[in-house]
């Protein structure tokens, strides 16, 4: 199927001769890298979007109009060692959401502190597609999962660019030329860029088509970080699209679409939950529904509200829990003897044994109100659970018992006011006793408090900061709030402590943006990482990397 864009045949034309039913324009590319980059991404529009039906078929039905060859992704590839592209030796890689163990820590010593007037060195600095989530690095590659207008790029005069050709059909009639394009080309896709982490160097790329269009006004990109394991990267799209792919060369392993296999009606903001690999399993939330079900307040679930996949080759190994899918990450931990992961699922938190899906315990946690959502990730210390939202139920510290649990406090008789800690997207965290987090829904009462753990003490709330996420690093926490504003904060249980302020300029302001001199533009919501001493933030169009920490 072709659309046509008809073009007036005018004086300029008057010259034009018959030409072949397809012509092939050679295109140049700049390097190795770029076609390379270019043939993934074509593969990608073709292969991937077999978990739509109405796009497998029309992918399928113009696929022989492409002249240029087409390199299929091997099913498996061999595992082999990644070679490391690192030259800073020190530190840590950061290869899944918060870190390696989900707490938004980093063990890495060394910062700078208090931060220069003129603020951290930015050591490179790039323009991102749309999307929430932040990159992720493993052996010196940076892995970042955003989404690209392609309909923007591409549908400029009708010309579409496909594998280093450009495949265009033009039809004669007497006094009319119109150009049919395949329509493939110009459908959005979500697209996972490889770069080198402390350069920014373009490695590869990997797309595929999506559709997904948000019902709430957020934007339509991915929410959910990349994971990284050994010589694979997984991806989770906003449309709940799992692909797994080789971390070296991009090459697609293999892929699931979710939605389609599990019938998962769509969740008030798409697929947010990123998934964790436990052995060789890949642990994610699905959330599906029976057949014919619909999003409301007391939809059903078909069992599957977490799924395990077989990480090296996308077989479903188990599927349990009748709840669905919320936008809190899972996290995994050893309390005892015991290995649990526990999962924030839309209607409360699932303990259950990782390696076979033995759930041990359900406890509710939800807001009464249909439009809400849990996204905070479990805090796990010792044997205690912290769990938190902000639509409404508030916080909850419960003790792992055997395989049960029992409440140590709760918000739950504690009235809309009065809540301990109400966290939206951000995971608080702990350090030596007491937990530090943003709590409130809204830019304008949202607070940063610090709270004692064992009691739900509040030690101490800082308004005005708008809604922030942390990480804790070298007795510090890096605050980046949803304004674009970066703070260093002593950690302090007494009182906040700022250390240093920053808010990154743009060299050349955007005269037509309100804020065109801000090189983070919000909303910032994503917390900052660490890896080998470079830190990175990301605002709404930018990621930046910054020398938090100087090469030893």
């Not at 199927?1 to 324009?25: D, E, K, N, S, Y």
């Not at 077989?315 to 003897?337: C, E, H, N």
């Not at 395989?403 to 965290?429: L, Q």
Request: proline share 5%; charged share 20%; net charge positive.
């Amino acid at each position: 199927m072709r659309f046509g864009w008809p073009i007036l045949l005018t004086g300029l034309l008057a010259g034009c001769t018959r030409q072949p039913a397809v012509t092939q324009v050679e295109q140049s590319h700049e390097s190795a890298a770029a076609r390379q980059s270019i043939r993934v991404e074509n593969e990608a529009l073709l292969t991937n979007a077999a978990g739509n039906v109405e796009t497998a078929s029309l992918l399928a039905s113009a696929a022989s109009g492409f002249a240029s060859p087409f390199y299929w992704l091997a099913f498996h590839t061999e595992a082999a060692n990644v070679p490391d592209l690192r030259t800073r030796k020190t530190g840590i890689d950061w290869p899944t959401f918060l870190g390696p163990h989900r707490q938004s820590t980093s063990p890495e010593t060394g910062i700078i502190a208090p931060w220069p007037k003129k603020g951290l060195r930015i050591v490179w600095q790039r323009e991102i597609g749309t999307g929430y989530g932040m990159p992720v690095i493993s052996k010196g590659r940076l892995f970042h999962f955003d989404r690209v207008d392609r309909r923007r790029q591409r549908a400029m005069w009708g010309f579409a660019q496909f594998g280093g050709f450009c495949s265009l059909t033009p039809h004669f009639w007497p006094n009319l030329v119109y150009l049919s394009i395949d329509p493939s080309q110009l459908v959005d896709t979500a697209r996972l860029t490889c770069l080198k982490s402390e350069t920014g160097e373009f490695l590869w790329d990997f797309h595929y088509p999506t559709f997904y269009e948000d019902d709430y006004g957020y934007n339509n990109g991915p929410r959910c970080s990349p994971v990284v394991d050994g010589d694979r990267v997984y991806i989770y799209g906003v449309d709940g699209m799992l692909v797994c792919l080789n971390a070296v060369t991009g090459k697609k392993l293999w892929q699931i679409d979710t939605v389609k296999r599990f019938n998962v009606v769509k969740n008030f903001f798409g697929v947010g939950s990123t998934p964790i690999i436990e052995g060789d399993l890949l642990i994610a939330q699905v959330g599906g529904s029976p057949k014919g079900e619909v999003r409301r307040l007391n939809q059903k679930s078909n069992h599957t509200a977490v799924v395990a996949f077989d990480k090296y080759t996308g077989k479903v190994k188990y599927a349990v829990g009748d709840d669905l899918a919320s936008y809190s990450s899972p996290v995994i931990a050893t309390i005892g003897k015991k290995r649990w992961c526990f999962v924030l699922a839309r209607g409360g938190l699932i303990g259950m044994e990782p390696a076979t899906g033995k759930i041990r315990f359900h406890f509710p946690w939800r807001a009464k109100i249909f439009e809400s959502v849990n996204a905070s990730c479990p805090v796990v210390v010792g044997d205690h659970v912290f769990i938190s939202e902000t639509y409404g139920a508030g916080s909850a510290l419960l003790k792992i018992v055997g395989d049960s649990y029992k409440v140590v406090w709760s918000d739950a008789n504690n009235g809309f006011r009065n809540k301990i800690m109400e966290c939206h997207w951000n995971t608080p965290i702990y350090h030596e006793g007491y937990l530090y987090g943003c709590s409130g829904r809204h830019s304008h009462n949202a607070v940063l408090r610090c709270i004692e753990l064992a009691t739900g003490k509040i030690m101490w709330s800082e308004p005005n900061l708008t809604r922030s996420s942390l990480l804790k690093v070298d007795g510090h926490f890096v605050c980046m709030s949803e304004n674009g504003h970066l703070r260093l904060l002593k950690i302090n249980p007494k009182k906040y402590e700022e250390v240093s302020h920053l808010v990154l300029r743009r060299e050349t302001p955007d005269s037509s943006d309100d804020e065109g001199d801000l090189l983070l533009r919000p909303p910032c919501w994503e917390a900052p990482i660490l890896a080998h001493g470079l830190l990175y933030v990301r605002g709404a169009d930018r990621l930046v990397c910054l020398e938090l920490i100087p090469q030893r």
